[in-house]
């Protein structure tokens, strides 16, 4: 008999109203809006900054992914269940599924097998509306950008060769990304080059997920940096009047929402800000939520630690003043087969000396966490494919460099499978070894903060620069945002810059061709490679194998 698709698992649960997920948290349920039955927002007045300090905050972060996927999610999902079986009063925060991914190749993002977070298919599909609210902020302030081109009288004078900001539409839609608007006669607007961006990529949902306040928030839409005039001087959103109207629309998707996992825990999903691009993790909102309610409190940060954990604590743990307790490293066996030199096609197959060359990738994940004064345990997250052998190899490996490796079995066995990491993950956090502290100052120089990422993280040799990124420099300069944080966009599946080089590369340098102002998110994004703003749907988009029947019952999602 073969094991049921994610799926087929999420439609079987039995779904306990949201009401009473409230009340495990101690939530009076009037105080919650409702989504139907099973998903809720949050008030914001339910953060507690007091309560904050005394809960236990752990990061889920993976080695370096590969095509076979690594399943921090569903880690996560796991760990949480695992705590709620011994007893922990706990929430998992985590982000929303994009539906360009759902409809593409990736899938959805609700966690696998028996952890996910439910009810699936409305957390992979619409939710509650928050991505189409971003999406709208996001394109009404393109329209404003286009309407002010076109009025004669009431104009900034925008030069139209320097707008940067883009539309943008939540889905795989390559013909979109560059694009030209206006044509038609005067009558439809200025002619120029623009183009659409996945929603994720917004900054509009970069600044979502790092406000503090609604106040945070209109502050934040309006220093976002549209351009320049003719004359040479900036142009920002606030200077179109734009941020007003902008948080209106936000003004129910800034509240978190509440679902539950598959054991009828709670959950808090919010924001999905792309993880190579923006900072790739859950709103601080919705973390300061779960810390507010929870005594434990897991959360995942997108793509590996080189990434994923790094923009979490030097862009969002910075900007809310978090403390991490604990972290925890997903390897899969297959992915260090993987970075030890085995074809992707390959990764199912038992191979010790592959996976011996490939533990340096997770070594060096362990190190840098340390760097962040954080003790992280490993979960090896299991697969049928694992050998005890290749197991034993990563447990070893791991207590040499002072870190616990733990088995985690929370896709075939839920909570069930995921108690002893849980039990790990407690004597990290409750242990009191973490003392936290942040890789760089922020008012260092924007070269040098660069040069402390590629160096101490990637173990880069140095950072290169492009004609254009020097020029970038200059404007950074000059729009006084020298302090700003660095949120680094590169290829996910290396250290480097290449995503050939796989395990724990050296002898490289990081090139970086262009720098991005995100001045409403507060930092500024150093491309290094080419990155895709709009994904493509594959040659067999998972769309063709999706329907819905007479009764309204989904197939096909995953």
Known sequence: MSFPSDLEIAQKAQLQPISNIAKKLGIDPEVIEPYGRTKAKLPLDLIDEARIAKSKLILVTAVSPTPAGEGKTTTSIGLHEGLSKLGKKGVVVLREPSLGPVFGMKGGAAGGGYAQVVPMEDINLHFTGDFSAIEKANNLLAALIDNNLQNRKHTLNIDPRTISWKRVMDMNDRALRSITIGLGGTGNGVPRQDGFNITPASEVMAILCLATSFDDLKTRLGNIYVGQRWDRTPVYARDLKAEGAMAILLKDAIKPNLVQTLEGNPAILHGGPFANIAQGVNSVLATKMGLSLGDYVVTEAGFGADLGAEKFFDIK??????????????????????????????????????????????????????????????????????????????????????????????????????????????????????????????????????????????????????????????????????????????????????????????????????????????????????????????????????????????????
């Open 317 to 558: 743990c910075r900007a809310a003043g978090l403390m991490p307790s604990a972290a925890v490293i997903v390897a899969t066996v297959r992915a260090l087969r993987y970075h030890g030199g085995v074809d992707v096609k390959e990764v199912n197959t038992a191979a010790p000396d592959k996976l011996k060359v490939g533990l340096a990738n997770l070594g060096q994940h362990i190190e840098n966490i340390a760097k962040f004064g954080v003790q992280a345990v490993v979960a090896i997250n299991h697969f049928p494919t694992d050998t005890q052998e290749e197991i034993d190899m990563i447990k070893a490996y791991c207590k040499e460099r002072g870190a616990e490796a733990v088995l985690a079995q929370g896709f075939a066995k839920g909570g069930d499978g995921m108690t002893e990491l849980a039990e790990a993950v407690m004597r990290v956090a409750e242990g009191g070894a973490s003392k936290f502290k942040l890789l760089y100052d922020t008012a260092a120089p924007i070269k040098e903060k660069l040069a402390t990422i590629a160096k101490e993280i990637y173990r880069a040799d140095g950072v290169d620069y492009s004609a254009d990124a020097e020029l970038a420099l200059k404007r950074i300069t000059k729009l006084g945002m020298d302090n700003a944080m660095i949120c680094m966009a590169k290829t996910q599946y290396s250290f480097s810059d290449d995503k050939a080089l796989r395990a724990a590369p050296t002898g490289f340098r990081i090139t970086v061709r262009d720098i991005e102002i995100a001045a409403g998110a507060g930092f500024v994004v150093p491309i290094c490679g080419e990155i895709m703003r709009m994904p493509g749907l594959p040659e067999v988009p998972a769309s063709e194998g999706m329907d819905i029947d007479a009764n309204g019952v989904i197939s096909g999602l995953s």
